[in-house]
């Protein structure tokens, strides 16, 4: 039996021992994912969630609102109180 399937061991690693998911992986010489579906599996260890939208100014890529479609050629502008915006929020 792997030891990665193993759910108290997993436990003691990742929470006593405070090993990381990459280390715990190449304990077992196993992908990190790996390591990380078993967690999620088990329940030790969750996806944490921003509980904040991450849209307009937010977002990491914000470039300020504008951007060029380079098909059509046209300068759209995020705006989603615009009266004519489209469903992402530009016009």
């Known amino acids: 039996m792997e030891k990665h399937w193993n759910k108290k061991w997993l436990r003691l690693k990742y ?30 260890r969750k996806i944490k969630s921003y509980g904040i939208t991450r849209r307009g100014p937010k977002a990491g890529y914000w470039g300020g609102g504008r951007y060029k479609d380079h ?21």
């Open 15 to 44: 929470k006593e021992e405070k090993l990381s998911v990459s280390e715990i992986a190449k304990d077992c010489k196993v992908s990190f994912m790996t390591i990380a579906r078993w967690l999620d599996r088990f329940g030790i």
């Open 71 to 91: 098909t059509s050629g046209y300068i759209w502008v995020y705006n989603p109180g615009h009266p004519s915006c489209t469903k992402k929020g530009t016009f």
